[in-house]
T-cell receptor
């Protein structure tokens, strides 16, 4: 199956700093990528939809100025958590939609564990 | 607003048992439904994708069914193995935009 990578897999940062997370589709082109966050023992919550070459669409309640998304190419989307605070500590997972497939199957990255101290 | 519920939240079975995981959704107007597996601290692995026009999908020991009218899907795991221990998530796409709405998951433990 298709592969989606995320970098870094784990990051610890101090409160007030910014962190960038990369999501790459390795063997297919993804015009659309999605960013989710998952708190411990909870399910995934969609944060935003990232479209190549255009602005991201954020879900209700997600601060677009805090979670900056850039989708500069068909294989790369980045999520930057700006001025991170301890409550931003979470597991961030991206997914990419394979537009070449008939049914637009979605593939998930391995996730990034963010800890803000 | 679409809501997805999975029952039970946790399940423990001895190795070799056949088992069923349940997923229900409140709005039957879905484009597709996917079942995923998540190991602790890891991302999601897609197991089965069922289009709204389909009734079931099979892959190896896994069989997923979909009944749109009643808003239900089941994931059947045959001859369970300890390696099947993980959290299983179902998710629906209501508009073919790729935005998935997830259930809370069922954490499965298969004891050797």
């Amino acid at each position: 199956g298709a592969v989606v990578s995320q970098h870094p897999s784990r990051v610890i940062c101090k409160s007030g700093t910014s962190v960038k997370i990369e999501c790459r589709s390795l063997d297919f082109q993804a015009t659309t990528m999605f960013w989710y966050r998952q708190f411990p023992k909870q399910s995934l919550m969609l944060m935003a939809t990232s479209n190549e070459g255009s602005k991201a669409t954020y879900e209700q309640g997600v601060e677009k100025d805090k979670f900056l998304i850039n989708h500069a190419s068909l294989t790369l989307s980045t999520l930057t958590v700006t001025s991170a605070h301890p409550e931003d500590s979470s597991f961030y997972i991206c997914s990419a939609r394979d537009a070449s497939g008939v049914h637009y199957e979605q593939y998930f990255g391995p996730g990034t564990r963010l800890t803000v101290t | 607003k679409q809501e997805v519920t999975q029952i039970p939240a946790a399940l423990s079975v001895p190795e070799g048992e056949n088992l069923v995981l349940n997923c229900s959704f409140t709005d039957s107007a879905i484009y597709n439904l996917q079942w995923f597996r998540q190991d602790p601290g890891k991302g999601l692995t897609s197991l089965l994708l069922i289009q709204s026009s389909q009734r079931e999908q099979t892959s190896g020991r896994l069989n997923a069914s979909l009944d749109k009218s009643s808003g239900r899907s089941t994931l059947y795991i045959a001859a369970s193995q300890p390696g099947d221990s993980a959290t299983y998530l179902c998710a629906v796409d209501t508009s073919n935009t790729g935005k998935l709405i997830f259930g809370q998951g069922t954490t499965l433990q298969v004891k050797p």
